[in-house]
């Protein structure tokens, strides 16, 4: 006798929060347009530079768009969980896109370092200002989900990077408009680089350990095995796996040794409690073994 809840049929943490990504990609596109077209026509390398930034925002906030919707609508007998992971390696293309941009960054800082760039302090002012704005309507838009999902929190992170490009542009132009000094702009680019670096690292491992289905972090095996192993009835424990499947979606499996006289239906009853309500997990499978029954030898891992 199992107890098993439909997995395929609830809605991922990311799929709760489609709507403010859908606004966050229509703002930032809109602005990608405008600075891509000011960059070219003032010749600013800075402005250029930063719209490639935002590209990448572009492409990430799309990027958890498609996975969202994909693992929504694609139902298919083979896929027995849907295509929730699809959202996880959209979090994990994320934190390598921000590796890629960090980089990016810090080479071009370098770069500047060594052949300082004249650019237009006014231009840069406007432009800046506008992006800011831009990414702190965005940001504000993602910063609920990103608390429940890898893949949000992914994206939230690309516009946060860029509302910092977009700060430190401002001081930049600031500094230029007073001093005229070129370094300013390689020291504001190596400021961002250093800290985009650990948020994309922090947000690459949490989606790898999911796609590891290594157990969440706030989750306890050894505890939960002890707690469904003092159910009443309930002789041993074993086989028990705990993962994730998507942001918000966890779950967790396993097999209880019973007693004879143990009811089956109580037992299953009391014990998918405690791993549902105690341990937080929303998706429980639990499989009751009478007596005599041993499954060792056919289940290894």
Avoid at 31 to 45: A, D, H, Q, R, T
Avoid at 74 to 82: L, N, Q
Avoid at 200 to 225: F, H, T, W
Wanted: proline share 3%.
């Amino acid at each position: 006798m199992s107890a098993d809840h439909e997995h395929t049929t609830a809605i991922s943490a990311s799929g709760r929060h489609k709507r403010p990504l859908l606004i966050a990609l229509l703002l930032t596109a809109s602005f990608l347009v405008v600075e891509v077209v000011v960059g070219f026509s003032i010749g600013s390398l800075a402005l250029i530079s930063d719209a490639g930034h935002m590209l990448t925002d572009v492409a990430g906030l799309g990027m958890a768009l498609a996975a969202i919707q994909v693992a929504q609508s694609v139902r298919s007998p083979a896929a027995t969980f849907g295509l929730y992971r699809l959202e996880v390696l959209a979090a994990l293309a994320n934190a390598v896109l921000l590796f890629g941009v960090a980089a990016y960054v810090l080479y071009e800082a370098w770069r500047r370092f060594e052949d300082p760039t004249d650019v237009p302090g006014a231009w840069l002012l406007v432009v800046a200002t506008i992006g800011l704005v831009v990414n702190v309507v965005s940001f504000l838009l993602l910063r609920r989900g990103a608390a429940a999902s890898l893949n949000v929190r992914g994206a939230s992170l690309e516009v946060l990077s860029d509302l910092l490009g977009s700060l430190g542009v401002i001081v930049a132009a600031i500094v230029l408009m007073a001093t005229g000094w070129p370094y300013i702009d390689p020291i504001v680019g190596v400021a961002i680089g250093l800290f985009i670096l650990p948020r994309a690292y922090r947000l690459g491992r949490e989606a790898l350990r999911v796609l590891l289905q290594i157990a969440p972090s706030e989750v306890d095996v050894a505890d939960l095995e002890r707690r469904l192993a003092s159910v009443a009835g309930v002789s041993g424990v074993h086989n028990l796996h705990v993962w994730t499947l998507t942001s918000g979606m966890r779950v967790a499996s396993g097999h209880l040794d019973v007693t004879a006289d143990a009811d089956a239906g109580t037992v299953l009853e009391h014990a998918t409690a405690v791993v549902r309500d105690e341990a937080g997990i929303e998706h429980v499978t639990l499989q009751i073994e009478s007596p005599g029954f041993d499954d060792a030898k056919e289940m290894m891992i």
